[in-house]
């Protein structure tokens, strides 16, 4: 990784990222980070970020959200549980710099994946550890932020950042996707029962839907929602399988749709929480698309 220099915006990163495998033909690959940090470096943007390296131990927080048996199974698949377990603390240790005020922002290059991961002991969707959730409660329980913003930009519904927060009222959680796609989950009708009631916001698009498609959704319910929500702090998980000819997503969204979601995301984050953003990568399957995506959209971070 070429050497940083201190800004705003943090990234997160080990080449320990790249022994995770689930076999070598399988889509979500080492490749994915290795074509990201090519992307990143041909933008240009590596001396505009900051190297986050000082992670902490993550046990305690995915404790606080999955159940020992999950875990424990977890920990026991060999380089998969380590890797899993480090992608947890490198989300941590964003969380904890964007809220100490150190980063304004950061985005984390991070697998596997994690909003598919339930409590199964297993893997679910590419996902072992809810990442998204568990860092959303690391910033309440630990960082102390009372109310916290989760958006979902993956072309697949994330059913367990959904299932954590169903009846929180103190996580509103919004999400693209195609409801008929994996995990066959995401119906609209669904938006929080109990006290969480009107905080799980689910969106359908469907196959070959565009920027305008994606961001008349954002003006129309995820932007009035945030006005009255309020977060203190915003965590997006960062699917790039949303984008244009993904191998396992169907929308036709371009890297300008990433570039105007994060610009609106930075914005809302401005508004209500001095600027406080973190990102975690999630799908995106067409290496050298995704790559792109993620360069838009980190290039807007460090804006």
């Not at 999400?175 to 796609?181: G, K």
């Not at 570039?259 to 001095?274: F, H, I, Q, V």
């Amino acid at each position: 990784m070429p050497s940083t220099t201190p800004s705003d915006t943090g990234i997160v990163w080990r080449e320990a990222f790249l022994r995770h495998s689930l076999g070598p033909r399988h889509p979500e690959s080492p490749l994915r980070l290795i074509r990201i940090r090519e992307a990143l470096s041909a933008a240009g943007l590596f001396p505009h970020l900051t190297q986050i390296t000082d992670w902490p131990d993550p046990l305690a927080a995915l404790l606080g959200h999955h159940t020992r048996e999950h875990v424990d199974r977890i920990r026991r698949i060999p380089t998969t549980g380590e890797i899993a377990e480090m992608a947890v603390g490198g989300a941590l240790a964003a969380v904890r710099e964007v809220s100490k005020g150190r980063l304004r922002n950061a985005f984390c290059a991070i697998r596997p994946p994690g909003h598919h991961a339930n409590n199964t002991g297993r893997e679910e969707g590419f996902c072992f550890y809810s990442n998204a959730a568990v860092a959303a409660r690391y910033a309440q329980k630990v960082m102390g932020h009372r109310k916290v913003l989760i958006v979902d930009w993956d072309y697949h519904h994330g059913n367990a950042t959904q299932n954590a927060f169903y009846e929180d009222p103190s996580v509103l959680f919004f999400s693209t996707h195609n409801w008929y796609d994996y995990p066959g989950t995401g119906d609209p009708s669904l938006q929080g029962s109990r006290d969480g009631s009107g905080t799980n916001l689910n969106v359908h698009l469907g196959p070959g839907a565009t920027d305008r498609d994606m961001l008349t959704a954002w003006d129309r319910i995820l932007l009035p929602a945030v006005e009255r929500f309020r977060p203190d702090f915003v965590i997006v998980s960062a699917g790039f399988d949303s984008r244009k000819d993904d191998l396992l997503g169907s929308f036709a969204c371009s890297d300008d749709a990433f570039r105007r979601m994060t610009r609106t995301l930075m914005d809302a984050a401005d508004d209500y929480c001095g600027g406080r953003l973190v990102s975690l990568l999630e799908g995106g399957y067409n290496v050298d698309g995704q790559a792109r995506a993620a360069a838009a959209h980190v290039e807007t971070l460090t804006s």
